[in-house]
């Protein structure tokens, strides 16, 4: 991977390190906010590496435009992005976000 997509990875840890605890926001608005509105999937290529970043990237806030756990094979545990959704208070039934729009995180909000 050349020294651009790196620099673009670090730029998406940031933004998902501010994701506020309770909260989740999706790849897409990631993208958008970096002004890569068609990098959904470069985000999600990021949250699959961010596992050995420091410091921490709270990838399991990061889930699709639905609110589904679409990233959770990536983790150590098949159930682990579920736990931590839900240590954090967010309801999940069936890899979905329940309320879903109550608990996502626009970055653009900043």
Known sequence: MDSENYNFYDRIFDVVRLIPHGRVTSYGAIA???GAKRSSRMVGWAMNLSHSVEPFVPAHRVVNRN??????AHFKDINEMQQLLEAEGIVVIDDQ???????????ASL
Request: aromatic share 20%; glycine share 10%; no cysteine.
């Open 32 to 34: 958008s906010f970096l």
């Open 67 to 72: 609110g589904l756990l679409t990233g959770k």
């Open 97 to 107: 976000i329940q309320n879903f729009m109550d608990v996502f995180w626009d970055p």
